[in-house]
């Protein structure tokens, strides 16, 4: 039997579709590209906005017309907040909640009984990490959220806070280290919270995943910035944790994260971020802004624009609010009107890739590794990241997928990504290579 795994939305629903992928296949079921050989659709839908919910609806439709003969399974957020709905409008064969997806093909394979063969426990799992084109693995340590923004529908839809033993983190990490992967990064719904379940932190992680494990890169997903942890900054010191940080702020001006209920300021955020870059080289920092949250000013939309020019993100994720039943936001009078929402999205859009072209053009002429990922669609040079993830382009008749390589940052291409030359040929690691530090 074969399965075709899709996701929408966060890290976290791509570290939940990776070990879904391995499951599926420790089951005997083989993770496949293409939605008209499979047996099984599986979509992880998201709910963050009410064009996320929009997007989730077509990916199931479309995946249903791919393949009107598969089982159609549906979890996620969308999923776990219209399950009934879900079921009934779009198809779904089955839906699991956000509480059962660790359980996801004990319970898929129960109520659809899948006639399935296990494979032998010792078969390495690297098929289908791979079968999916990935070179980076999102692993799941923390899902569900203590604190109730008012604009957020997600906490609603993923529960209480729980946060997996340090020893299973590990234990993924290390086996993916052995099937080639360059790559992790760790993912949570509250990623800063991690621990608070077990009296441990997300330093605490983070240090054993640096000590017991060899992966050569570590990534953090999504920070809130409030949540650092005590001695956070001292973890960097390992140069195989990525000088990225992604701190959603999502406004500039302190009277709106009021009412969104944020617990960080502007003046806070902009101290934490100088903070970070004096003591981690090169540190690049990205964010999220929501426009047009209700009662937005022309005066705090203005805030908002002097924010972001001072903090000089890397890049910055803009989203239109949009209310999301069941929250408080929703209910929140004064709303911006929509003309008013795009002219803002253009302004903030604008400003972004100024402030991009700005950091893209300062490291010309640096050298640093690059984790290749594959060709790029359009160039059909390879393409890849820096450490502090930006996406460059390299030009190489070698083969280089999933490779690190030195690279010289040499110019940026007319569409805002860096162009890169190899310093040296060869190569670091490989599919099922050595991955040295």
């Known amino acids: 039997m074969r399965v075709h795994l899709q996701a929408l939305g966060c890290r976290l629903n791509e570290a939940e579709l990776e070990t879904w992928a391995r499951d599926f296949r420790r089951a005997g079921i083989e993770p496949t590209r293409d939605p008209a050989e499979a047996d099984i659709l599986v979509v992880n839908t998201c709910a963050v906005t009410a064009e996320s919910v929009r997007k989730s609806r077509n990916l199931v439709r479309r995946a249903h017309r791919a393949n009107p003969t598969a089982k159609l399974v549906m979890s996620g957020c969308y999923a776990a907040l219209s399950s009934e709905q879900a079921a009934a409008d779009l198809g779904v064969d089955l839906v699991v909640g956000n509480h059962e997806k660790d359980r996801l093909v004990e319970i898929a394979r129960r109520e659809l009984d899948l006639p399935v063969m296990p494979r032998i426990a010792a078969e390495p799992d690297e098929v289908a990490l791979f079968a999916r084109g990935r070179q980076r693995a999102f692993v799941k340590v923390q899902d569900g959220c203590r604190y109730r923004c008012t604009y957020c529908v997600v906490t609603l839809a993923r529960g209480e806070e729980r946060s997996r033993p340090i020893d299973e983190v590990v234990s993924e990490i290390g086996a993916l280290e052995a099937e080639g992967v360059q790559e992790v990064v760790l993912a949570g719904v509250h990623l800063g919270g991690y621990g608070s379940d077990r009296g441990q932190s997300l330093y605490d992680l983070v240090a054993a995943v640096l000590e017991r494990t060899d992966m050569p890169r570590i990534r953090l997903g999504s920070l809130e910035p409030w949540d650092l942890p005590e001695g956070f900054w001292d973890l960097f010191a390992d140069p195989r944790l990525m000088p990225h940080l992604h701190l959603p702020m999502q406004s500039g001006a302190d009277s709106v994260l009021r009412r969104m209920s944020r617990r960080c300021r502007s003046g806070e955020f902009l101290a934490l971020v100088e903070a970070g870059r004096a003591r981690v080289p090169d540190l690049q920092v990205t964010t999220d802004i929501i426009v047009g949250f209700p009662g937005e000013s022309d005066e705090e939309w203005a805030q908002t624009l002097d924010f972001v020019e001072q903090a000089r993100f890397a890049h910055v994720h803009i989203f239109a609010f949009s209310p999301r039943e069941g929250t408080k936001a929703a209910t ?7 003309a008013v929402q795009r002219e803002r999205s253009q302004q903030l859009h604008a400003l972004a890739a100024r402030l991009r072209g700005e950091i893209l053009r300062d490291q010309v002429g640096r050298e640093c590794e690059v984790l290749i990922e594959g060709r790029d669609r359009e160039t059909g040079a ?18 280089l997928e999933n490779r690190r390589c030195q690279v010289r940052l040499v110019g940026v291409s007319d569409d805002g990504r860096l162009c890169g030359e190899l310093i040296v040929p060869d190569v670091s690691g490989g599919p099922f290579g050595d991955t040295p530090r």
């Open 332 to 338: 929140l009078p004064d709303p911006v009107p929509r």
């Open 382 to 399: 390879w393409s890849g990241y820096t450490p502090n993830y930006l996406r460059v382009l390299v030009e190489s008749g070698e083969p």
